[in-house]
């Protein structure tokens, strides 16, 4: 296990007895920051790439509610000596937001770092503290959830920060319908909750991104915001469509010298020992579902070509022991199949654009969100069944885990067909996994929020 973090235990600590005294009301209206200019809700993200083509830097995120003169880290190994300095770009898409993200320098593998953001004008932020990326051969521990909001989450956002709080955790890999804010005219339609309920969520959870990266994927939540105020405002309604409070608020390795994506829509890295390449299941291949309402979302690339060139160059690295693709949404699910275990719908036209590749570079893990329970397959292929054994399966095992949380609630599988390919659902619970990773083994853990426990586990094993 790894060292525990004390400053995410203190912060967590305080945040999680206010949120579970004070509710889902007093969070919403206590999102801001203390000044104008004070950076909040900060996150991190894995940046650069080495030559093995493990990540060796990380990006630091976070927002103002006023421009500064510089967007500014200053960091080192010690947090009364903050000797390395790096400077960044903020933007706005809707004031008074403004996000800035810094790309530090290349960083020494599996080392305590300290850190403040922000300007000497304008304020720092406390020294908060991150481990950078691991060697390549290094086991590792991920923190899976999808789909979280400030509705029905409390509990699993509480074990979560309690997770991160004790150690041993490398990052959040989060996948896509992040905060809802599309969704909060549904409490309050005559208030505009679109920007208040990003900055809520963000900060609530910046006990546990400030200290580790948290790994984005857009969801459909993310394409705009349809509420009455969005919808007969055209300022409004052009600030946020086609994701551009996802596109703006995060920073993930897109650049040339790491994913080479040039887009925050879809990206890769590598850690440890293990390849994740996470794509846009909204947009840009045939068939895509585009959930927008009253703007056109779109355009950002070409993403099949990008993600088969992305899989082959990982498939090619001797230092990846395995390959993990993540996107929004699932091709299997209980509740997009027929009896006999074809898909159906929307997630008939994603199996087209990838399951091929996902099958030719042995693609071990497909993991999503979108429907708000959680299921688990055996390895399956072209919907049919490839063993029932996860010992060196021979076609990728996939995961749904819509179940961080949300306005929406549970998605229920009552009555719905159990064909072959499917191992495990629960629609009775909220929760996150843990995935744990060493040369060998990729066990996985899927733990109520209510309590920690785990309510589904499974390990995949390599004998060759």
Not at 20 to 36: H, K
Not at 376 to 387: G, H, T
Request: contains cysteine; aromatic residues 10%.
């Amino acid at each position: 296990r790894r060292m525990a973090r004390p400053a995410v235990a203190a912060a967590a600590t305080a945040l999680i007895v206010a949120c579970t005294l004070a509710g889902v009301s007093a969070r919403f209206e206590s999102a801001f920051a203390s000044s104008a200019t004070a950076p909040w809700q900060i996150h991190l993200a894995l940046a650069g790439r080495g030559s093995d083509g493990a990540s060796n830097s990380m990006a630091v995120s976070w927002v103002t509610n006023a421009t500064t003169a510089t967007s500014t880290v200053q960091y080192g190994t010690s947090a009364s000596a903050l000797t390395s300095s790096a400077t960044g770009a903020s933007n706005s898409y809707y004031a008074p937001t403004v996000n800035h993200h810094v790309v530090l320098g290349t960083l020494a593998p599996a080392t305590r770092y300290f850190y403040r953001c922000g300007d000497a004008a304008g304020g720092w932020s406390s020294v908060r503290a991150f481990t950078s990326a691991p060697a390549a051969d290094s086991a590792i521990s991920v923190m899976v959830v999808g789909d979280q909001g400030l509705y029905n989450s409390n509990d699993t956002v509480n074990l979560m920060l309690r997770t991160a709080a004790a150690g041993g955790v490398d990052f959040l890999h989060h996948l896509g319908d992040i905060s809802y804010a599309d969704d909060a005219f549904l409490h309050d339609p005559l208030k505009f909750g679109y920007e208040p309920t990003w900055n809520t969520y963000m900060q609530w959870i910046e006990p546990l991104t400030s200290a580790m990266p948290m790994m984005v994927m857009p969801g459909n939540h993310e394409s705009e915001c349809h509420s009455p105020i969005c919808i007969f405002s055209k300022t409004k309604k052009e600030a946020f469509a086609n994701f551009s409070a996802y596109n703006h608020r995060f920073r993930m390795p897109t650049g040339p010298d790491e994913s080479n994506s040039g887009t925050n829509m879809w990206s890769s890295f590598d850690y440890g020992m293990v390849h994740f390449a996470n794509i846009d299941t909204e947009t840009d291949y045939p068939g895509a579902p585009l959930d927008d309402y009253f703007s056109k979302s779109g355009g950002f690339g070409r993403q099949l070509e990008w993600l088969d060139a992305d899989l082959q160059r990982a498939r090619a690295n001797p230092a990846t022991k395995w390959i993990i693709v993540s996107g929004h949404r699932p091709i299997y699910t209980l509740n997009g199949c027929n009896a006999d275990g074809s898909i159906t719908g929307h997630h008939l036209k994603l199996q087209a654009a990838i399951e091929g590749m996902l099958h030719k570079y042995k693609v071990d893990l497909y993991l999503a969100g979108h429907v708000h329970s959680y299921e688990r397959s055996y390895p399956v292929f072209n919907a049919s069944l490839v063993s029932t054994s996860y010992t060196d399966p021979a076609a990728t095992v996939h995961m749904v885990v819509g179940t961080g949380g949300d306005t929406e609630g549970h998605s229920s599988y009552a009555g719905k067909p159990r064909p072959s390919w499917h191992a495990a659902d629960n629609d009775q619970d909220f929760g996150m996994a843990i995935m744990s990773i060493d040369a060998n083994t990729l066990s996985w853990k899927f733990m109520r929020g209510t309590n920690g426990t785990v309510a589904d586990e499974f390990t995949i094993t390599r004998t060759k």
